[in-house]
């Protein structure tokens, strides 16, 4: 078996907090705190969570965007971390990232020609003749006529604009993609399309992507492996279906429960958490999430629960280690009773 495209190990991304007239620190915000996971070549992992669990920063940690604060990160066996000057440049071209907002990502002061030729310019990528070519064939791959070169941003939807932003990052013929909920700010019409498009794409060049997203049920169409975040860590990860039908951790069973789903026989009852999400700056001891889940035990706001590991499902929980025990390493039995207990706790009707 070869080794995965990208490998992350024990990711950490702190930001200071100051405070004062002289901005002293006085304490860490702890956006990514011991992250893990891999990506095989030509597969997707789909990173999901609520807002401000930290999926974004982990994707711009791996690029350095943003420097990560610990940890290890390794690309085709490369270290990013350790990687600095042309190196890292000569790397970040095999890593490209399309961003969320496609009316704030593209420049409205160039035309799409000098918005997509920038990189090839800095990666001294061609001359001139084979750099129009390189942007005409990026248009073509995302379904945009060669005449969007000459004009610019504004005079383009969001879907179209959309697209010249994929078209940007794939002119670099990257190896590895970020995609940063790369269709939340389109129309729902235009949401389908764009999904489509990037797996199309996945296929025909050979891509690799970390798809980060709070919409589960793209996430499941679209990626190989989902791996759940919740304040900073991975709480469960493993193949797409296998999550989708059998998740184990109670957050998990929570987000899945309030996809929406128009076929009443797979319609599922509504999980509702309490309270609110704690601050990324003061997170609760043992597991982060024992002060939202209803079946917390003791053990739970004291210790901090390790990976448990069957058949290559991934979880961070103290009931979830319990149940697969007792079910005798069946993790969908033990799913099963957890989900279970989850609706015996709290269930309204998803109508």
């Given at each position: 078996?070869?080794?995965p495209?990208?490998?992350?190990?024990?990711?950490?991304?702190?930001?200071?907090?100051?405070?004062?007239?002289?901005?002293?620190?006085?304490?860490?915000?702890?956006?990514?705190?011991?992250?893990?996971?891999?990506?095989?070549?030509?597969?997707?992992?789909?990173?999901?969570?609520?807002?401000?669990?930290g999926?974004?920063?982990?994707?711009?940690?791996?690029?350095?965007?943003?420097?990560?604060?610990?940890?290890?990160?390794?690309?085709?066996?490369?270290?990013?971390?350790?990687?600095?000057?042309?190196?890292?440049?000569?790397?970040?071209?095999?890593?490209?990232?399309?961003?969320?907002?496609?009316?704030?990502?593209?420049?409205?002061?160039?035309?799409?020609?000098?918005?997509l030729?920038?990189?090839?310019?800095?990666?001294?990528?061609?001359?001139?003749?084979?750099r129009?070519?390189?942007?005409?064939?990026?248009?073509?791959?995302?379904?945009?006529?060669?005449?969007?070169?000459?004009?610019?941003?504004?005079?383009?939807?969001?879907?179209?604009?959309?697209r010249?932003?994929?078209?940007?990052?794939?002119?670099?013929?990257?190896?590895?993609?970020?995609?940063?909920?790369?269709?939340?700010?389109?129309?729902?019409?235009?949401?389908?399309?764009?999904?489509?498009?990037?797996?199309?794409?996945?296929?025909?060049?050979?891509?690799?992507?970390?798809?980060?997203?709070?919409?589960?049920?793209?996430v499941?169409?679209?990626?190989?492996?989902?791996?759940?975040?919740?304040?900073?860590?991975?709480?469960?990860?493993?193949?797409?279906?296998?999550?989708?039908?059998?998740a184990?951790?109670?957050?998990?069973l929570?987000?899945?429960?309030?996809?929406?789903?128009?076929?009443?026989?797979?319609?599922?009852?509504r999980?509702?958490?309490?309270?609110?999400?704690?601050?990324?700056?003061?997170?609760?001891?043992?597991?982060?999430?024992?002060?939202?889940?209803?079946?917390?035990?003791?053990?739970?706001?004291?210790?901090?629960?390790?990976?448990?590991?069957?058949?290559?499902?991934?979880?961070?929980?103290?009931?979830?280690?319990?149940?697969i025990?007792?079910?005798?390493?069946?993790?969908?039995?033990?799913?099963?009773?957890?989900?279970?207990?989850?609706?015996?706790?709290?269930?309204?009707?998803?109508?």
């Open positions: 078996m070869s080794d495209l990208l490998a992350v190990t024990n990711l950490e991304t702190h930001f200071p907090l100051r405070r004062g007239i002289l901005r002293r620190t006085v304490g860490q915000v702890r956006a990514v705190d011991g992250v893990s996971f891999s990506i095989d070549r030509q597969k997707t992992l789909g990173l999901v969570g609520e807002s401000g669990c999926k974004t920063t982990v994707g711009r940690s791996i690029l350095r965007l943003v420097e990560p604060t610990g940890g290890s990160i390794r690309f085709d066996g490369h270290d990013v971390r350790e990687t600095s000057g042309a190196a890292l440049r000569a790397l970040r071209r095999r890593m490209q990232i399309v961003f969320q907002d496609p009316y704030g990502s593209l420049n409205p002061r160039m035309t799409v020609r000098a918005i030729e920038e990189g090839l310019v800095i990666h001294q990528m061609g001359e001139a003749a084979d129009l070519e390189r942007m005409r064939r990026a248009l073509e791959q995302t379904g945009m006529p060669a005449t969007t070169l000459a004009r610019y941003p504004h005079e383009f939807s969001g879907g179209q604009r959309q010249i932003a994929i078209a940007r990052a794939l002119v670099l013929e990257p190896e590895f993609l970020v995609l940063d909920e790369p269709i939340s700010a389109l129309d729902v019409s235009i949401q389908a399309q764009v999904v489509n498009l990037l797996v199309e794409l996945r296929e025909k060049l050979g891509l690799t992507y970390l798809f980060i997203s709070h919409d589960l049920s793209v499941e169409h679209v990626s190989d492996e989902v791996a759940v975040m919740y304040l900073g860590r991975i709480v469960e990860r493993a193949a797409a279906a296998e999550i989708a039908r059998a184990l951790h109670p957050y998990t929570a987000l899945f429960s309030a996809v929406p789903n128009v076929d009443p026989a797979r319609r599922r009852r999980i509702v958490l309490g309270g609110d999400v704690p601050s990324p700056s003061r997170p609760p001891a043992g597991c982060r999430f024992n002060p939202r889940c209803p079946l917390a035990e003791t053990v739970c706001r004291e210790i901090d629960p390790p990976a448990v590991v069957v058949d290559g499902h991934h979880v961070h929980c103290h009931l979830a280690a319990r149940e025990e007792r079910a005798d390493g069946n993790a969908t039995v033990a799913a099963g009773r957890i989900a279970a207990a989850m609706q015996a706790a709290t269930t309204v009707n998803s109508g």
